[in-house]
């Protein structure tokens, strides 16, 4: 089945540790973005690439890193320079500029 | 920059329509998006809207827009209670590629 799966549902970390977000997508989009969740903001984006090779900065991307290096796939690397990391993470993706986006189910990011 | 904004809560009866607005700031934006999404659960595309049309009708979900006062509405007909969710107003920008979202609307349906 087509889709955009992120990985894993529920992930902890201790203050201070890197961890990484997975997103993949099988749909042959060229766009994929991530966005941040809290309660009562709405989505914030954090990064999106609208290629291969090729990422921009979205809204809040201090302490976040990503990579694109396979159309398939948009890691989130959450550094321990991300001082409140503890959120909901959506990533999506997309043919490109005014086309519809896709999203994963999520990824709740919790530091313990 | 851009923004979107979205009034937070909305409570309906069963039965009852159900009108969520969202107003944007972006003079570029091509498409606007109207997204559901379910608790603990990622967002699901109900429809959108080309910026030159001022309304689109899809079975009980009805767009308006207003362009010249940059709002766009959401009216769901005979809201049930599997309707209940965050709809989730976006602004597809033609110049930067983005999709700018609004806060959420919390839509809740009383039986």
């Known amino acids: 089945d087509g889709g955009i799966t992120q990985s894993p549902k529920y992930l902890f970390r201790k203050e201070g540790q890197n961890v990484t977000l997975s997103c993949e997508q099988n749909l042959n989009h060229d766009a994929m973005y991530w966005y941040r969740q809290d309660p009562g903001q709405g989505l914030r984006l954090i990064y999106y690439?609208?290629?291969?090779?090729?990422?921009q900065k979205g809204d809040i991307a201090e302490g976040y890193s990503v990579s694109r290096e396979k159309k398939e796939s948009f890691p989130l690397t959450v550094t321990s320079a991300q001082k409140n990391p503890t959120a909901f993470y959506l990533c999506?993706?997309?043919?490109?500029?005014?086309?519809?986006?896709?999203f994963g189910q999520g990824t709740r990011l919790t530091v313990v | 920059g851009e923004d979107v904004e979205q009034s937070l809560f909305l409570s309906v009866r069963e039965g009852d329509s159900s009108v969520i607005n969202c107003t944007y700031t972006?003079?570029?934006?091509?498409?606007l998006y109207w997204y559901k999404q379910e608790p603990g659960a990622g967002l699901q595309l109900l429809t959108y809207i080309f910026s030159n049309m001022d309304m689109k009708q899809d079975q009980r979900l009805t767009v308006l827009l207003n362009k010249k006062d940059k709002h766009l509405s959401l009216r769901i007909a005979d809201t049930q209670t599997g309707d209940s969710a965050i709809y989730f107003c976006a602004d597809g920008s033609s110049n930067t590629g983005k999709l700018i979202f609004g806060q959420g609307t919390t839509l809740q349906v009383k039986p």
């Open positions: 999506a993706s997309s043919f490109g500029e005014n086309t519809e986006a896709f």
């Open positions: 690439s609208q290629i291969v090779n090729d990422f």
């Open positions: 972006d003079s570029s934006s091509t498409y």
